[in-house]
């Protein structure tokens, strides 16, 4: 990305944890002009995304910048106040051959960046590999969906939740109220999927039918998070003895898939469900940038690792990013030149067709 | 026990035909607490007129028993059968049986233990609350035990469910007609007459004699429909097998489904809304009118709604003292207060209730603190009663609505949910927004020929002109204005939502939230008439009430045993040379070797390669070893042939190995021996 000037506005487009920690960020370290469109934004509606402070990432130039800002997002996620984040061990299972072997190697990948992790010696639900990944903090969204106005606005940031006070159209610049505010940066797959056309969206993503379940959890199923790389099943905490659980649901049997994937979900009562549509990017790797064929900017596919990224993603934008971080960046454009070295990662979920 | 709560004497002409006959005294057991009863009884009905009006304590705080907390129960020594569950409010208390409620139950203390032993009287079931009541019972996990195949079922036996019924038997359909109450007729009678409309004690006994004649009706009272899906009514009833009350898991699967489920009063958000001795009107006067139950011998009437004021005149005519009725609505007129007041009861307007406290053990009463309703002074009077009769107006029953995959929005006009969607379900009565008796009754009709025909036509609803009668409040809210008090519940709901104390909030004003209140609200399944407090509390915006309703007012099922479960989802190819999380991994020029190494050794599948022993650092590395395949293992590797020495780490362990002979990377770990490459 080019060096922008200190005051240069930017119109970021998002509801979720990554788009708030981002927007925050722009604002306050590198002093962007930063209105954020959330147009979710303290409705209390269930949350569509994960953040995790590690995820089901193999390659180890993505792990190692999570581990370099490990102390920096901490420090800053801190800003909203206790409660925000749990501090807990990640378990991420794998039955089939190829994805126990991604995950043995995202194990092998984190303890060389000195990230905790140990494989499961004994487990009865899953066929495969359990790894271990131990002192994982996670963000509870309810809680960031409260704080987050007021963090926002210490920031500098200005946030509009009215979904009928801003536009965006074609030229990519987000227009409030009638007058231009800046440059759109859709960092919300529900944006995404709305905004970017069809088929400059599947050069990159395929949208994917998905449920959060919001669940009491009476038995240990809400000891720690939880990730099910077959299923693309995720369990994380959501307060006492409350846990919310993510599942792909283009077939229509999400609940299948979360029994099948915990084995003893029989602990399980649905106290909530929401049904949206996320994105999988086709190589299961981060997707930044302008959009293929599009004048509309994007970040998708950083999976739980959305926050933990956050600080790349910032400096990469404000032009203050190492060389490490823009070789990364770049590497994970949405337009990617034909013939440049595949950056594939773990796609969680069941295989799906793919547009490209 | 003795039932100090069952009138007794002349029951005058509304409540002159209750459920129970009080010629047949009975006795059952409860909790190990001896009760006395009528045939003719609920187990709730009859733990409420032998004095037992609580729950148990939520937050340390006492909470009331009535329909809305009243728990599982089952026969002793069947606690443990989930398939043996019933509902207390639906469950006939049978002589000589002995019951067990189900959740956890706290010790009563040694002092009230004794003073139980010596005749003092038991006033609490003892359940000890920590979270919220979101689990109706265990029997909607429980497969039904029976389906009944009809071509039309209508949920709900009032006015306008009694209409639809008899439209739709009259076409000759199969008619079944689910009503949760052990008695036709709803609540049409505590409305009592009004004006160039029909009088409810004529028309609802007129329609209930109609229902029983038509042999195309079948009639399931004391049957609580909790879910429908595909068509099919998922319901339970409680009728009595060989002198035993026996849960029974009932299907209805129907062509059509109306629901007609009618409306609940609502109470206002204020401290101790939900301690015993806190009635909602609609759910006293099915007390007195089924199980002629009056819940203490002195009462304060506190409600926004004209029908409530009936109820207090009918406790007058039971001897009852009505020791003052409030009401927050300025200056409200209606026929009702000047009976009231011609019977010489003390009436406020304009005032709200700023919280409820209860003292005393053997004879318990309630101390309502008023304010202002305008300017919001505190203590302007205090009203010391044995009962609290409140009502904030009425919301309709949607539980089953939304659960049907309807939805709702808030009419902030009103304060009322107002249904939306699902077309192909017919909804009838105040479910769909009508109040007058014709106006109900017509569209029980009308939502028949809308289901059949495909015709709509307009019902007419008559109001009567605000001049003559002011229309019913919305509720309000009233927060903590100190420590320690009960909560103050968003709403008569199963998760037992409650404001956060000390917090001050107003739909119309200060929205400052708090972590707490969102917390609060994620906690548990919500009811409609929670998700109607909260929007009034101002923790929900009245625009979000459909998404809202839809993510949380669900059933609370649990998710079964995955069976067979799903199969894994397929691998790639063996044509991909890679796993596709190491395409380029190492390189354009990538290859892969076996590598030979220790035979002790075993080498794990993801472990790193590199080129010197001491490096750890992953973006160093040269490979990675991707399976059992050759000796001990194949790692991709770039730049190196057969031959050379590399240095896995596995662990903390670092081991030397050999590169061995290059092989296919689309063999690797798919046999024991890979397959060379050419």
Known sequence: MSNPSQSEPIALLGSTPFAVFLAGLLASEHRRRVTLFAPELGRKRLPRTVSFSLGPVTRPETLRLVADNRAHVLARLGEFGPGLMETDALRIAAEAPGTALGLSHMRHGAAG???????????????????????????????????????????????????????????????????????????????????????????????????????????????????????????????????????????????ERVTTALGDAEGLRLVGRRKYTDLVTHDGAPAIGGLPSSRLSAITGLGPLDVALAPTIARHLAGSASAREDEWARARQARRPKGAPAIDDLRPGPAREEAR | ?????????????????????????????????????????????????????????????????DDTTAPEIALAGNAARADLA????????????????????????????????????????????????????????????????????????????????????????????????????????????????????????????????????????????????????????????????????????????????????????????????????????????????WIGQSAH????????????????????????????????????????????????????????????RAHPTLTARLLDAQFGAVNLDEIVSQCLLVSGGWQPNLDLWVRAGGSARFAESTGKLVITGRPELGAAGSLAGYSSLSGCRDSGEAVIETLLDGTTRAVEDPQIDPVYETPDDKAYISPAKRSGLAPAYLGKGPGLTALHEGTRRSVFGD???????????????????????????????????????????????????????????????????????????????????????????RIEPGSLVFANTDDRDPTRSVGVVMGPAGAYGAAILTGWSEGQTVYVRDGHACITAGIGARIEPGSVGRSDKATPAA
């Open chain 1, 113 to 255: 960046f000195g990230l905790p992790a140990r494989p499961e010696p004994s487990h009865q639900a899953v066929a495969g590999e359990i790894c271990v990944f131990d002192d994982c903090w996670q963000i509870n969204s309810s809680i960031m969906d409260v704080r987050a106005r007021e963090w926002l606005e210490k920031q500098g940031v200005t946030v509009v939740s009215e979904e009928s006070r801003f536009a965006l159209k074609g030229d990519g610049i987000v227009r409030r109220d009638g007058e231009a505010v800046g440059p759109a940066l859709l960092v919300d797959d529900a944006l995404i999927a709305a905004h970017a056309g069809a088929r400059s969206l599947s050069r990159i993503a395929t949208p994917r039918s998905m449920v959060t379940f919001l669940c009491r959890a009476d038995r240990g199923i809400a000891r720690a998070a939880f990730i099910h790389l077959d299923h693309g099943v995720t369990v994380t905490r959501a307060g006492t003895g409350l846990v919310q659980v993510h599942a792909p649901d283009d077939d229509g049997r999400a609940t």
């Open chain 2, 301 to 360: 009437l506190h409600t926004a709604t004209n029908a409530a004021y009936r109820l207090a005149l009918l406790g007058l005519e039971q001897g009852k003292t009505i020791v003052r009725a409030s009401d927050p609505r300025i200056n409200p007129q209606t026929r009702f207060i000047e009976f009231c007041k011609a019977y010489g009861f003390r009436h406020s307007w304009g005032v709200q209730i700023a919280e409820i406290t209860r003292s005393g």
């Open chain 2, 511 to 601: 929205k400052r939230q708090s972590a707490h209140d969102e917390s609060v609200l994620l906690s548990s399944v919500l009811a409609p008439s929670e998700i109607a407090g909260a929007i009034v509390a101002g923790l929900l915006s009245p625009s979000d009430t459909e998404v809202i309703v839809d993510e949380r007012c669900v059933l609370p099922r649990r998710f079964e045993a995955p069976g067979a479960g799903l199969a894994l989802p397929t691998e790639p190819s063996g044509e991909a040379p890679y796993p596709p999380f190491l395409k380029d991994r190492y390189g354009p020029d990538q290859a892969v070797f076996a590598l030979v190494a220790d035979a002790s050794r």
């Open chain 2, 1 to 65: 026990m003795t039932e100090p709560n069952r009138l007794t004497g002349d029951l005058g002409r509304e409540l002159a035909y209750p459920l129970v006959d009080r010629s047949m005294p009975i006795t059952l057991t409860v909790d190990g607490t001896r009760l006395s009863a009528l045939a003719g009884d609920t187990v709730l009905s009859a733990l409420l007129a032998n004095g037992i009006d609580t729950l148990g304590t939520h937050r340390g705080h006492r909470l009331a028993l």
């Open chain 2, 86 to 293: 019933m509902p207390a409010a639906l469950c006939p208390a049978v002589d000589g049986l002995d019951y067990v409620t189900i959740g956890k139950q706290r010790s009563p203390g040694p002092l009230r233990a004794i003073s139980r032993l010596m005749g003092g009287g038991r006033r609490s079931l003892d359940h000890d609350i920590a979270e919220g009541l979101e689990l109706p019972g265990r029997w909607i996990d429980e497969p039904a035990a029976r389906t009944i195949e009809v071509d039309l079922a209508v949920i709900g036996g009032g006015i306008s469910g009694m209409s639809a019924a008899l439209a739709a038997a009259q076409r000759g359909l199969r008619v079944a007609l689910l009503e949760r109450d052990m008695a036709l007729g709803g609540l049409s009678r505590l409305f009592g007459r009004t004006e160039g409309q029909p009088p409810p004690e004529e028309a609802i006994p007129r329609a209930i004699a109609e229902v029983s004649r038509s042999r195309h009706v079948q009639v399931f009272t004391g049957t609580e429909a909790f879910d429908i899906r595909d068509g099919t009514i998922q319901a339970i009833r409680v009728p009595i097998k060989d002198g035993v009350p026996r849960p029974e898991r009932v299907a209805v699967r129907a062509k059509h489904i109306v629901l007609a489920t009618g409306l609940s009063d609502t109470v206002p958000v204020f401290p101790g809304n939900r301690l015993p001795g806190v009635l909602s009107p609609g759910f006293a006067w099915r007390m007195a009118a089924h199980y002629s139950i």
